[in-house]
């Protein structure tokens, strides 16, 4: 078996140890002569997991009972659809920031809903950057600020958030669990599992309590965030084997040290390939230097032609899926949480080979 | 490691076979140095799975082009919701049979988006069953007939389904591919998958396409059968691993001849825990014989203390999760597709024992 260097923009290389514990309790479970997936939602195997997974989410981001940990689905795309639907009713409106094709859904999504404001948008420039904080100015009666944490396919993510007097919402589907966050900033926080926290399938939503008691009585109950809540996300059946695969990589992101180790890490692995980029005149980073990701960090070769080859070489290597985002091109390589950083060090030795050979 | 035999009624037993793929190539798909968990769901690897799963389905219903088979997230309870606001527009309405819990569900979310017809109501019936086809009227102006074809509750089940003039939808959850179906009379079927398709976290919805067309574009993107029949399922991520799980059991189905063989092996074991409760004054049966569930069958003992001490003396031996559901008590053997007959032989002899020592 011979594991690669997974690039993946997500679903995302998950760690070793989590994959190699997966299999070893696949078919029994703890001694229970079934599979975790095969296990009730309601029984004591189970809620063993689920109120692990949330409490270790809550000790990583350091949450006070103001906020509730939810476990639903469909993806940052459902909330894209639910936080409109809950937080605004009729006539209520929100500002968002477009950074980027995330963010440009989001807004897309609200704005069948609801009057949405866009108070800042970089989404067309280049190189592509997130918006300083001091250029977001809240419109009268918005309820919340939306924005988008990272962006994966501009390779651009927001070092300091705005200070606003409303709650902000965010997107945090790329880095969430990344870095420490100041959460007392945000309303609402939501990321689709697929690349910090597990496999596909689940998204994992951090909600200020008053915010999801707002929601009118005409949502659909399923799509209420206060549902939710109540129901500690057992409302209905969860999908159990998912959060399962979260609890297991958030206690490795505890046993690692928790957000500042994990920060800690992600920048220093970010700094080596940005470091080749800067170093060099053959690769182009594509994000501004103020708002380089340290989950994707994406850029160009002088042409499509090397870059083709460059994605198809570095696969023959075991550095697999590096091929930008279909609909801007050129290189990515996504290293969230889980990303090793050996895997780092194989991309930044295999860049400067690809360079000297054809630079 | 020892298997227990598995009743639960969802998250339920999954096929040994299945479940040792996984295991075998958990850290390495098909050689490609990565998990199924970890590959793009853009990539070659998971759109093999994604097709074979779609097909798979589409050959075991004999699914013509007229129909869609579409992957989502949030369970029935979604749908619940899903089904109204994509069928009905403004002052559309449409029919409800309530045969239980689960029809009950539906009623009340839809009841939240449009006039709903409860046109037959055995909810409160005991014995409990399932309406005649012909005591079914459909009322004036109704969009669809909506009816549950197995509640696991009540342990009652559709045996043949009305006819009527208008589509009929069916939350089909809990016995989905375990027997053949006139799918010419549906014009929506949705089934969680945690009965008979695989692990939680996945729905399986199978749709008339010209029905997925009706959707006001008032309706949310994500929330909209047309988009996801418009991108086949990949409008977003979807829950790539839950969907990798249902291609192996319904692979697992196919081997096994199919949804034909399928319905024997089911009758046959329902049968022979049914002959047990027909045969003893002891055990007594809760649903009319003619409704009788394949897939829940659902008993009393004399007392409730008899009914505690069988549910732990069962679980001791390796019958584990029988215990009826928490709002009607009792004893319920959840025997899915997947569930094996040898389990079946194994509770019907620990009911003998059981009534010769107490009754």
């Known amino acids: ?41 309601r029984g004591k195997e189970y809620a063993a997991v689920h109120e692990e997974a949330c409490a270790n989410i809550r000790r990583l981001l350091g949450l006070s009972d103001d906020y509730a940990v939810l ?10 659809a639910l936080v409109p639907m809950n937080l605004l009713g009729e006539g ?26 866009v108070v800042a948008d970089t989404s067309g420039e280049k190189p592509a950057r997130m918006p300083a904080p001091d250029e977001i100015k809240i419109s009268d009666g918005a309820v919340y600020l939306h924005i988008t944490s990272n962006e994966t396919i501009a390779g651009t993510q927001w070092k300091e958030f705005p200070e606003v007097d409303v709650p902000i919402v965010a997107d945090m589907s790329s880095d969430m669990l990344s870095r420490p966050i100041d959460v007392e900033r945000f309303g609402l926080i939501y990321a689709g599992a697929q690349k910090n926290l597990g496999p596909a399938g689940v998204t994992v939503v951090i909600i200020r309590r008053d915010l999801a008691a707002r929601v009118s ?68 980073g594509t994000a501004d230097a103020g708002s380089r990701s340290d989950m994707n960090v994406t850029f160009r070769l002088p042409d499509e032609e090397q870059e083709a080859r460059f994605v198809a070489e570095a696969a023959t290597q075991g550095l697999k899926g590096l091929k930008g985002h279909r609909s801007v091109g050129g290189i990515r390589a996504s290293i969230y949480n889980a990303f090793p950083p050996e895997g780092v060090d194989a991309l930044v030795e295999f860049m400067r080979v690809f360079e000297r050979r054809n630079g």
């Open 1 to 41: 078996m011979a594991r690669v260097f997974n690039f993946n923009p997500g679903p995302a290389t998950l760690p070793l140890e989590v994959l190699e514990e997966v299999r070893s309790e696949l078919l029994d479970y703890h001694g229970s002569g079934m599979s975790i997936m095969e296990a009730s939602h």
């Open 71 to 80: 476990f639903m689905t469909g993806g940052a795309s459902a909330q894209f």
């Open 92 to 117: 209520g409106s929100a500002d968002y920031v477009n950074s980027g094709a995330w963010a440009s859904k989001a807004i897309k999504e609200a704005r069948l809903q609801a009057k949405i404001n």
């Open 217 to 284: 009585e005409k949502v659909p109950i399923i799509m209420r965030y206060s549902t939710h809540v109540e129901k500690d996300s057992l409302y209905n059946t969860p999908p159990c084997f998912n959060i399962y695969v979260v609890m297991l990589v958030t206690r490795w992101v505890l046993a690692l040290g928790g957000l500042e180790a994990m920060a800690e890490r992600n920048r220093a692995k970010a700094a080596k390939i940005y470091g080749v980029l800067d170093e060099s005149d053959y690769y182009r």
